[in-house]
């Protein structure tokens, strides 16, 4: 019997959903749990898609891979953002490692593989994909097979941050049942050693619906149409893993394994709002609107550090020699800093309450730090607050996302579940430590009987 690995990645599946509130309604979950063992896992700092699945891929942390977002700095000018793709990714993944040892792989939707690079395999890339008329494919007439086998295939919703909930919930429904339709082909089809794919419908979902689910929700509607829609999601997620299941023999080592975690979004901190109320920011006049932030608002000689928007926060400071007009020296560059670090940390909500923001400096969590780094990393309020970038709130609280709707936050905790032959299992009830998300890739590596590389974190489960 030739030695198999299947991924199934379920993007933000939370281990309080799938563990406990949703465990009865996914019994081939369940059973899976019960033939292997399964756990929390611990993702990245921060905890986000881009680059939380490449590091993941690759057993490296996102300062090896330089890269920290979905968008990140290309130099030290102040308007310079290029969008993370495949060739930012300079270190091999697990398919480029089993391709040198004569293994071949299908990767479906797994994020930061486009455009699609030749390799040993199958590839189907992910939703930063354009459009289907891109280099969405590896090799390129699997889009023909594509169209013949899941024609409403689909690479994304296009906007999920949308108050048109019953179309999104349609679309969420449709998008993955083509997604495991396509997925279950390329099973059976195609001669692979090594398989993963990851379902963003989960994503999406948590970001649209969890108001509806979660009680302590700030926004929470008891005896909404939408109350089950989250609960009926995770039903489908398991249906399909079923199937997939089934086109699979006894012994193919089969991990589920999400990027992160989700929890309820309390709010945003309007970082740039929050900087310029301590002296850190000015801007050249104050906007009369809510505006989005642009580099040609500020005086940046008057300026010490600005921020930028997201689940999490950035902070970059402006650095005499190293941005155009930068006003920090050198020398200040540390003190600053730290007390940024001090004095965010200390951030209070309305009613007074210290919300418990954490504070990252890139090279304390990184082993190194390639590109351009930002100069420290915010999870406000644990990740219950996210950041806002844009300014014009004249206040540093606001209860609505400047980019849509938007329900939830990352939380930094995904799930693992593994089950292989040589894994004993712990049954169901049992629940295993909590690994590292730099654990899979040796974890894949083993299963093969695969030098692991010393470069990779992380160690085999």
Known sequence: MKKRVLIIGWDCAAPELVFDAFKDDMPNTQRLMAQGT???????????????????????????????????????????????????VKVPTLWDLLGQEEKKSVVLGVPLTYPAKPFPGWMVTSFLTPDRN?????????????????SDYMIDIPNFRTDRRTELEQQLLKMTIERFKLARYLLETKDWDFFTMVEMGSDRLHHAFWRFWDKTHRKYEPNSPFSETMRNYYRLLDTELGKMLASVDKDTTVIIVSDHGAKRMDGGICVNEWLQKHGYLTLKTEPQAV??????????????????????????????????????????YEPIRDELKAQLEAIVDEDGNNINTQVFKP???????????????????????????????????????????????????GIYILKSVSQPPVGATSRAEEKSIYDIAPTVLKEFGIDIPEAMQGKPM
């Open 38 to 88: 399964y756990g929390k896992l611990e993702s990245t700092i921060p905890p986000i898609t881009v680059p939380a699945w490449m590091c993941m891929m690759t057993g490296r942390d996102p300062g090896e891979l330089g890269i920290y977002g979905f968008r990140n700095r290309k130099d030290y000018s102040y308007d310079a953002l290029t969008i993370a793709n495949a060739h930012a």
């Open 134 to 150: 891109s280099q969405w494919t590896f090799p390129r007439r699997l889009s023909r097979e594509i169209t013949q086998v899941a």
């Open 291 to 332: 505006t989005r932030w642009a580099p040609d608002r500020v005086d940046w000689k008057k300026t010490r550090a600005w921020g930028e928007g997201g689940y999490y926060g950035r902070i970059f400071i402006n650095v005499e020699g190293r941005e155009p007009d930068g006003s920090v020296k050198a020398a200040d």
């Open 363 to 413: 090279e304390a969590v990184y082993r190194e730090c390639r590109n351009i780094a930002p100069d420290l990393i915010v999870y406000f309020g644990n990740l219950y607050w996210r950041s806002v970038g844009s300014v014009g709130y004249n206040s540093i609280y606001t209860y609505e996302n400047d980019t849509g709707p938007d329900d939830c936050n990352h939380a930094e905790m």
